[in-house]
């Protein structure tokens, strides 16, 4: 068996391509790499009370706009008065929820927006002020249950607070501006099944307030 033989000619050029494509490889690997392109998002959007049911926004006065399902009905008072969270303030509007199967009339189901124009600068005050008249108001002895926590609202720092007392659940934000101390309160009846699909619309509801004062 003959044994294989390579001439220095051949074995020369093999070095030669060896060599050409090892500058090659590093000249590739020393290039920047292209900056990454980042993956495009949608904007956020505030989900519509109700999903799949008609709804109706509403520019009310003091720079508030918010959005209801269709089947609620606006009342616009505008009257000064005594709150049960202990507030002296302006009624900007109610609205009346509509009568759900098993639940109380839509009368016993209302939220109501205010507006106290003189709130002082102390915010968490306010609110602990607030949250001990609701608790006299509706009795501590009666009160299932009092709940608050801070939250953002339009932007803004705001508390919510909720209650379950006799025969009357609560559900209230308390946003501070320049402008005053805006109060969104709905206050429904306990009756189950009805309050379970009110305290839903509600908490959407609350998702589409806009404080523009």
Not at 93 to 104: E, H, I, K, R, S
Not at 124 to 138: H, R
Not at 148 to 169: N, W
Request: charged share 15%; glycine share 8%; net charge negative.
């Amino acid at each position: 068996m003959k044994a294989l033989y390579t001439t220095p000619c051949i074995a020369a050029a093999a070095l030669l391509i060896l060599l050409a494509a090892a500058v090659l490889l590093a000249g590739c690997a020393s290039q920047p790499a292209a900056p990454a392109t980042p993956a495009a998002t949608a904007p956020a959007t505030a989900a519509a009370p109700a999903a799949g049911r008609d709804s109706n926004t509403y520019s009310l006065s003091n720079g508030v706009t918010i959005t209801l399902p269709a089947a609620w009905q606006q009342d616009n008072t505008l009257e000064t008065g005594v709150r049960d969270y202990g507030r002296d303030t302006m009624n900007i509007a109610n609205f009346y929820a509509p009568t759900v199967p098993g639940g109380a009339p839509s009368t016993y189901n209302t939220l109501h927006i205010d507006i106290d124009r003189n709130p002082g600068p102390d915010f968490e005050g306010y609110f602990n002020n607030a949250t001990l008249a609701v608790e006299k108001t509706y009795h501590t002895e009666t009160m299932v249950s009092l709940h608050s926590y801070p939250m953002d609202i339009a932007g803004r720092k705001g508390y919510e607070l909720t209650f379950d007392a006799y025969q009357v659940r609560g559900y209230y934000i308390f946003s501070k501006t320049d402008n005053g101390m805006y109060i969104f309160a709905f206050r429904g009846s306990d009756r189950e099944p009805g309050v379970t699909q009110l305290r839903d619309d509600v908490l959407d509801i609350y998702k589409t307030i806009q404080i523009s004062p």
